[in-house]
């Protein structure tokens, strides 16, 4: 809080680069006429896609040794190439949207029910696993779209215990002092508005025992939710 509030008291400085206002051309792929596309003919070409990522992709994260550290994860992506659309190598790991691509994977599974999509979800996720306790506030994201949806899905122990140990990570970084999740570290006063697309899965683990008193204020958080809506 004190480095914000630092922060926040030295003023910005900016500087217009452009000199002059001119026009400025869409990019090509929108100046060409496109069909509309069913439902259906949308998720095939998702599929295609993601079909076509995971071939690409599963061998590095097949191959790569179980070091133990997130930063040191092979096979996950973040940006892709401005140009060609291909998924561009990164060599630190996953970030907070690591899971996104998981939980693709396990909505496909449940609308084709095929089992590759389900052998993908499980190999990627698995990367993530282990990890719970020292994540930080994107603990929600991180193990709601892999471990969480995964257990709808296939009700696996391990996917379950997984999503509970993610929800327990959220519980640890609630600061009663301030009523609110710390972003990075247990007790710090450093809560951020991100948080609160976290909370997903302290919904989901909100009913179990394992959750023991964050299952008191996570249910709070629920009735005002719904009391406001």
């Known amino acids: 809080m004190e480095e914000e509030?630092?922060?926040i008291e030295r003023p910005a400085v900016f500087q217009?680069?452009?000199?002059?206002?001119?026009?400025?051309?869409?990019?090509?792929?929108?100046?060409?006429p496109h069909k509309t596309?069913?439902?259906?003919?949308?998720?095939?070409?998702?599929?295609?896609?993601?079909?076509?990522t995971a071939a690409t992709w599963e061998p590095i994260v097949r191959g790569s040794a179980e070091s133990?550290?997130?930063?040191?994860?092979?096979?996950?992506?973040?940006?892709?190439?401005?140009?060609?659309g291909e998924w561009q190598k990164q060599n630190n790991g996953y970030f907070w949207t690591g899971s996104f691509w998981i939980g693709e994977l396990w909505q496909l599974y449940a609308r084709t029910h095929h089992e590759k999509y389900r052998k993908w979800a499980e190999l990627w996720g698995s990367k993530l696993q282990g990890q719970e306790l020292q994540a930080n506030h994107d603990a929600g994201f991180l193990y709601y779209y892999s471990s969480a949806l995964g257990n709808d899905?296939?009700?696996?122990p391990a996917l379950?215990?997984?999503?509970?140990?993610?929800?327990?990570?959220?519980e640890q970084l609630f600061?009663?002092?301030?009523?609110?999740?710390?972003?990075?570290?247990?007790?710090?006063?450093?809560?951020?508005?991100?948080?609160?697309?976290n909370l997903q899965l302290l919904w989901w683990a909100s009913d179990e025992p394992e959750m023991k008193s964050g299952a008191k204020w996570v249910r709070s958080m629920r009735c005002g939710q719904r009391g406001g809506m």
Do not use: C, Y
């Open 5 to 7: 509030a630092d922060r």
């Open 16 to 32: 217009i680069l452009s000199k002059s206002a001119g026009a400025e051309s869409a990019p090509a792929d929108t100046l060409v």
């Open 37 to 52: 596309k069913t439902v259906e003919q949308a998720i095939g070409l998702l599929r295609e896609e993601v079909d076509r």
């Open 68 to 84: 133990g550290n997130p930063k040191a994860v092979p096979g996950f992506f973040t940006e892709g190439d401005n140009k060609t």
């Open 153 to 156: 899905l296939t009700h696996d």
């Open 160 to 170: 379950r215990e997984s999503a509970l140990l993610g929800a327990q990570r959220l």
């Open 175 to 197: 600061n009663p002092k301030t009523q609110l999740i710390a972003s990075w570290g247990v007790d710090a006063m450093t809560p951020s508005s991100t948080t609160m697309m």
